[in-house]
């Protein structure tokens, strides 16, 4: 029987995170391999930087909180959390559709792609779409554990994922807690380094006969995650909460 991680959230905010994790091994035949737990691009509020096709004016422009919707294939809808005049590039954050701004992480979807046309909720139509040629990318994101808890029956190892170095986090054993009330202290990223994977927290283990594992990791969102900056549709022409507020 495979030693397999089943994942839960079960808080997901602009700047904390908690994961739920159970995995069980009944017969000790198999280790579990390096599984993510933490997806840290598919964790709510995970930013993308849209290259644009010309830079922004006065007559075309987005606004600030509003709603954006591309015209891929199937079209990716995203909130707009910060945008300036004369500039070629946007913030934006996916969301649930063309007309629910709840956020969502990118899992499962890809970013816009090249000469895409972006219709705002509150703005419109434009004549500037995503560049013909500069893809666009996600921010870099940081994040560090700021508490555990655990009960497991063999050794597991925590580690920050990255695409050309990981760095441990914990290896636990049997049971406990770490957090602000017994004076841990936030475990960074590190050394992890490199790639899309820049920011996941995985999970593995070596095989043992009846071994099984419940972990809740409680993760601090530091950079790449954020909320729409109102205040800068003052320099767009637009009142500050003209699309709404989604905070």
């Known amino acids: 029987m495979a030693y397999v991680a089943a994942t839960q959230t079960l808080v997901d905010t602009v700047n904390k995170a908690v994961v739920h994790v159970d995995a069980e091994d009944t017969d000790g035949t198999a280790a579990m391999s390096a599984t993510t737990i933490f997806d840290s691009s598919a964790s709510k509020y995970a930013q993308a930087t849209l290259t644009l096709s010309a830079v922004t004016t006065l007559s075309d422009r987005w606004c600030i909180g509003e709603i954006i919707s591309s015209n891929d294939g199937s079209p990716i809808h995203m909130v707009v959390q910060n945008q300036a005049i004369g500039t070629d ?147 767009l022409g637009y009142m500050a909460y003209s699309a709404g507020s989604f905070m």
């Open 89 to 235: 590039t946007m913030t934006v954050y996916r969301c649930t559709s063309g007309t629910d701004a709840t956020p969502l992480g990118w899992s499962g979807t890809t970013l816009p792609g090249t000469g895409k046309t972006l219709v705002g909720s509150v703005s419109g139509t434009h004549t500037i779409t995503t560049d013909g040629s500069d893809a666009s990318a996600f921010v870099t994101r940081s994040v560090e554990v700021t508490g555990l808890r655990w009960n497991t029956t063999g050794q597991i190892t925590l580690l920050f994922a990255g695409g050309t170095a990981t760095q441990d986090i914990a290896h636990l054993a049997g049971n406990g807690v770490w957090d602000e009330t017994n004076h841990f202290y936030p475990v960074g990223m590190g050394a992890a380094a490199g790639g899309a994977t820049l920011g996941d927290i995985t999970i593995a283990a070596v095989a043992a006969t009846a071994n099984h594992c419940t972990v809740q990791v409680i993760v601090k969102k530091l950079n790449g995650y954020d909320t729409p900056n109102y205040e800068g549709n003052a320099m």
